[in-house]
């Protein structure tokens, strides 16, 4: 995406000290990242480098093409693109033997099912052992350590300062409170921190993330000139598609002030079209769509549906998956593997809907203070916020057309936390079709 500048996006390129950038979807985040990236390049000393961190692989390789897009190749040598955990083993790695008296090794998920399997005993206790006695580190411990190193080494929180005078955080809704406390201790005079992101994109909850971080930023980043900057402009979807996703997440917490506004091309104002789950219906849309030529995503809120799809939906499926990639315009995902795509027409399958209670996950997360003072339910009030973020994101990657499918028969009870109770079939950018009778074939 081509930017053009504004005076918002030159306060952020020209910004000294941590920086608080916030948009919601196609608003050019990574983009103004990346320029105020190119422009720190330019003052960096001998030795020094700009750290870039995102929290998926696929965020990477965007990123990464992007800096193609964006920057010359002696400039692209100046960034290091990184997952956090990549960061964070790379980090032990190095520095591990601080913690334990020697060089570090890690015990990656599959293996370490194979070793709870023949164990015998207390294994979270046996984990921590591990790594204390052993210096094997389970991998989810990995980042858990590199805040115990950075604690209680200076002299790393020194080296890491001085090599990278510039963090970047991608998608910073996604940060958990370990993470959060690394970055923390990471920050300074010397290392300046920028977070990009989208409060109400914050959908991992379930892993310790909350929009909380990004609402305390300036304050836990305590810095003499701390800029934060909205970014409004969705250069993606049109104005209905906009409108329906803020109207759904209006209802849970976030950063006041937000209103995104359509700024890419012109085009015609479609509303979101919720519609009972009718598999022939949904297959001849998506087949009309697909034969206009149109990106399509479907997504569902449930990994098990891919297996429950109509045949002749399969058959779609696998007829694009054997072109070229370059070719391909389907793709099929769950809502939470979507963040960062967009198609010119998105189908979602099934309400976004919190239907469990948790105890245990209650009292971690008060134990971390992600929720309010005397909460006893803290986790599970956020589960209900967070279904209508779900909701958003989901929406938010339509270009043009979005069809929500939801089952008839889902769980009506009144106390159940669903996003679709947020629909408005008196708004002009829904149109809900629920319960209707001899639906003409639309689209």
């Known amino acids: 995406m081509k930017l053009t500048l504004e005076d918002k996006h030159r306060r952020i390129i020209a910004a000294d000290g941590h920086l608080l950038v916030t948009g919601g979807p196609g608003s050019g985040k990574t983009t103004i990242a990346l320029l105020k990236a190119q ?49 964070c083993l790379e980090t032990l790695m190095a520095h591990g033997r601080l913690l334990c008296g020697r060089p570090v090794a890690f015990l990656y998920p599959g293996e370490e099912r194979v070793q709870k399997s023949i164990f015998d005993g207390d294994w979270d206790a046996e984990r921590l052992r591990l790594a204390a006695d052993d210096g094997l580190y389970c991998f989810d411990l990995v980042a858990s350590a590199v805040a115990t190193l950075f604690e209680q080494c200076a002299a790393v929180r020194t080296l890491f300062a001085d090599k990278y005078p510039l963090v970047i955080v991608d998608e910073f809704q996604d940060t958990n409170n370990i993470q959060y406390a690394w970055l923390r201790m990471m920050a300074g005079p010397d290392c300046h921190v920028m977070i990009v992101g989208d409060d109400d994109q914050s959908i991992y ?54 209103k995104a506004r359509a700024s890419g091309p012109v085009q015609e104002l479609l509303p979101v079209t919720v519609l009972d789950r009718n598999d022939d219906q949904l297959v001849a849309s998506l087949i009309e769509h697909y034969n206009a030529g149109d990106s399509v995503l479907l997504l569902y809120r449930k990994g098990s549906e891919r297996s429950k799809l109509p045949e002749a939906l399969q058959q779609v499926i696998n007829a694009d998956y054997a072109l070229p990639p370059q070719d391909r315009r389907l793709k099929q995902l769950t809502y939470h593997s979507a963040k960062g795509l967009q198609a010119d027409a998105v189908f979602l399958l099934g309400d976004c809907q919190h239907l469990t209670q948790s105890p245990y996950k209650n009292q971690v997360y008060q134990l971390a203070g992600l929720g309010k003072e005397g909460d006893l339910e803290a986790f599970d009030n956020a589960q209900k916020d967070e279904v209508l973020r779900l909701a958003y994101v989901a929406i938010t990657r339509a270009v043009r057309h979005c069809y929500w499918f939801i089952d008839a028969s889902g769980n009506d009870e009144a106390n159940v936390p669903k996003a679709s109770a947020r629909i408005a079939g008196d708004k002009a950018f829904f149109e809900d079709r629920r319960g209707a009778v001899n639906l003409d074939a639309q689209l």
């Open 205 to 258: 909850g379930w892993r310790g993330s909350s929009p909380k971080f990004f609402m305390e930023f300036p304050k836990e980043f305590p810095s003499p000139s701390t800029t934060k900057v909205m970014l409004s402009d969705n250069f993606r979807s049109h104005q209905h598609i906009i409108d329906a996703a803020e109207h759904i997440v209006r209802a849970a917490p976030a950063i006041s002030g937000k």
């Open 39 to 87: 422009e720190r390049s330019r003052s960096l000393k001998p030795g020094q480098e700009i750290l870039f961190l995102s929290f998926s692989r696929s965020a990477v390789r965007q990123i990464l093409t992007r800096c193609r897009d964006i920057l010359r190749p002696a400039e692209r040598r100046l960034i290091q693109v990184k997952t956090y955990h990549l960061f």
